[in-house]
Each structure stands twice: as C-alpha cells, then as structure tokens.
T-cell receptor, first 116, second 116 residues
C-alpha cells in the first residue's frame, strides 16, 4: 500500500519570503501522480499543483513549484514571494496511474502561517 | 455555477439518527468520490463510483451507503449515526480518460457533520 508522509506539522514564513514544504511517499509502482492541495480556513480543497511521475521536469504554477526526486520518493512544494492568502493547511497526495485505483492517498497535512 | 456542490454544508444531529448528504457535479465527469476528514484533519477515501458503478469501497462501516442515481450525483446515506461519525465529508469528481487514467480530482466545499 502507498503511504504519504508529511513530517512537519507546522511552518511559518515571512510575507514575500520563500518557504518549502516537505513530503515523502512510499510506493512500489513506477507510474503515478503527485499533488499538493491547499485547504484554507474556508475548508475548500484547492488543487495547487500536480506532477506526473514519468515527467522529469518539475511542475510549476506561478509562485508554486515542486522539487520532485523520484529515486528518493520526495515531492516538496516551494512557495515563492509568500502572500498572506497562502496561509492554509497544505496536503501532499499520491494517486496511482492505474485506472482501477484512482483514490487519493493523503499525508497528514502541514499548517502554513504567513507573518505580515 | 459551482463545479462540485454538496448539501447541506452543516449537519447537526443526534446519535442514532439517519442522515443523507448530497453531492452534485456539473463538470461532466464520470467518476465521483467520498472522502472523510477527521478531527485531526486526516483525509481518507471512503467510496468511489464510475458511471454509477461502485469501484472503490474502503473499510467503511456498512452503516454508510453511497448511492449514485446518475453520473452527476453521488449521495451518502448514514444510518444509526455514532459520535465517531463527526467529521467533514468531502465529495470529489474526476474524468476517466482513455486507458483508464483518471484526471485531477476536484473537491466540493465539504459537509461538516456533528453528532451529539
């Protein structure tokens, strides 16, 4: 079974600075997807970024980028130029590329606070 | 024009009651999911339907019964509610592509259930 580990329960960053959120996972599969979801106080789950395991290039979405290390099974999220609106809980998630197993397996999440 | 909607958003009820949560998506997706987020914010898959067919059924008490009248709707009925059922329940949807691969899952706003 796949597992996702987010070992840091909380992090804090100064506004306009850069922060990196860590995530590791365990799987025996070679093809899969990795995601970062953001959950602000409104409770809505918002997709931040997605990475296909077969792609060597790290995904980027504006101020958000990932450092995907397949051999190390590591998938960290970097937030540049942090904004107050980035304060939220962030979840790392894994999904098999096998069509029959489309569920997301989540890490425990990390609470990010942004200091003005 | 909400993509994935859930009703109700809040549900407070007594132990032993039966309640339902409804989910609708207007994204044209063919796969829908129910996730449970517990008091520690941990998210876990409960069920998944593809074109009204149950494809994922995790270890969930049989007091929980999903129903999919069509591929745009997935409802969750809970019998004999217990204190431990208190949680936030999220509906999500995605589209199965050629080869069985699933596209990104989009989440509803969540339903906060409190059992007294």
């Amino acid at each position: 079974a796949q597992t996702v580990t987010q070992s840091q329960p909380e992090m804090s960053v100064q506004e306009a600075e850069t922060v990196t959120l860590s995530c590791t996972y365990d799987t025996s599969e070679s093809d899969y997807y990795l995601f970062w979801y953001k959950q602000p106080p409104s409770r809505q789950m918002i997709l931040v970024i997605r990475q296909e395991a077969y792609k060597q290039q790290n995904a980027t979405e504006n101020r958000f980028s990932v450092n995907f290390q397949k051999a190390a099974k590591s998938f960290s999220l970097k937030i540049s130029d942090s904004q107050l609106g980035d304060a939220a809980m962030y979840f790392c998630a894994y999904r098999s590329a096998s069509g029959a197993n489309s569920k997301l397996t989540f890490g425990k999440g990390i609470t990010l606070s942004v200091r003005p | 024009d909400t993509a994935v909607s859930q009703t109700p958003k809040y549900l407070v009820t007594q132990m032993g009651n039966d309640k339902s949560i409804k989910c609708e998506q207007n994204l044209g997706h063919d796969t829908m999911y129910w996730y449970k987020q517990d008091s520690k914010k941990f998210l876990k898959i409960m069920f998944s339907y593809n074109n009204k067919e149950l494809i994922i059924n995790e270890t969930v008490p049989n007091r929980f019964s999903p129903k999919s009248p069509d591929k745009a709707h997935l409802n969750l009925h809970i019998n004999s509610l217990e204190l431990g059922d208190s949680a936030v329940y999220f509906c999500a949807s995605s589209q199965r592509k050629t080869g069985g691969f699933q596209e990104t899952q989009y989440f509803g706003p969540g339903t906060r259930l409190l059992v007294l």
